[in-house]
T-cell receptor, first 111, second 115 residues
Framework: AQRVTQPEKLLSVFKGAPVELKCNYS??????LFWYVQYSRQRLQLLLR??SRESIKGFTADLNKGETSFHLKKPFAQEEDSAMYYC?????????????FGSGTQLTVLP | DTGVSQDPRHKITKRGQNVTFRCDPI?????LYWYRQTLGQGPEFLTY????????KSRLLSDRFSAERPKGSFSTLEIQRTEQGDSAMYLC?????????????FGPGTRLTVT
């Protein structure tokens, strides 16, 4: 069965330090991958998607099909990056295109 | 249009009671999703509507759960004979068909507590 794994429930880094949030998936095909973020007391929102190869708020994510990973990276973390981050995927063959989420990583950026 | 809205935001009910939640999607979005999120987990897919048709249901959606989307606008999710295991955050999301039609916009959620 398809699965998304985020191995770190909690991650703390200091302001200005690099940050990497790990995401691995299990799927033999080519899924569409996303990172969603939830700031304190706000709703879940899309951060970025792999097909657009974009950088949002300084974050990037590269799809590595060999390692089935889609890690989220930022070279210099900011305090406002503190939030819950979810990796998610969609299987392109499905008509519903529902999201399958990982369990999330709570990022805390320390001053 | 300020985005997806859900009502109520919080619901406390006693075991065995029925509850109904409402979701109002972004007006031009034809796709609507329900997810459930329990503590420490990511959201899990429950069901999907395209316009008024319910096209997919998860195995998580037991017979006590029913969802509707009359006229392809708002949607309701009803849980009958609630159990303590139903306590969770229920999220609604909507999207539209297009190049990035799978970009889902989420509502604030309805937190259900079954006592």
């Amino acid at each position: 069965a398809q699965r998304v794994t985020q191995p770190e429930k909690l991650l703390s880094v200091f302001k200005g330090a690099p940050v990497e949030l790990k995401c691995n998936y299990s799927y033999s095909g080519s899924p569409e991958l996303f990172w969603y973020v939830q700031y304190s007391r706000q709703r879940l929102q899309l951060l970025l998607r792999h097909i657009s190869r974009e950088s949002i708020k300084g974050f990037t994510a590269d799809l590595n099909k060999g390692e089935t990973s889609f890690h989220l990276k930022k070279p210099f973390a900011q305090e406002e990056d503190s939030a819950m981050y979810y990796c998610a995927l969609v299987f392109p063959s499905g008509s519903a295109r529902q999201l399958t989420f990982g369990s999330g990583t709570q990022l805390t950026v320390l001053p | 249009d300020t985005g997806v809205s859900q009502d109520p935001r919080h619901k406390i009910t006693k075991r065995g009671q029925n509850v109904t939640f409402r979701c109002d999607p972004i007006s031009e979005h034809n796709r609507l999703y329900w997810y459930r999120q329990t503590l420490g987990q990511g959201p899990e897919f429950l069901t999907y509507f395209q316009n008024e048709a319910q096209l997919e249901k998860s195995r998580l959606l037991s017979d006590r759960f029913s969802a509707e989307r009359p006229k392809g606008s708002f949607s309701t999710l009803e849980i009958q004979r609630t159990e303590q295991g139903d306590s969770a955050m229920y999220l609604c999301a909507s999207s539209k068909t297009g190049r990035f039609g799978y970009e889902q916009y989420f509502g604030p959620g309805t937190r259900l507590t079954v006592t």
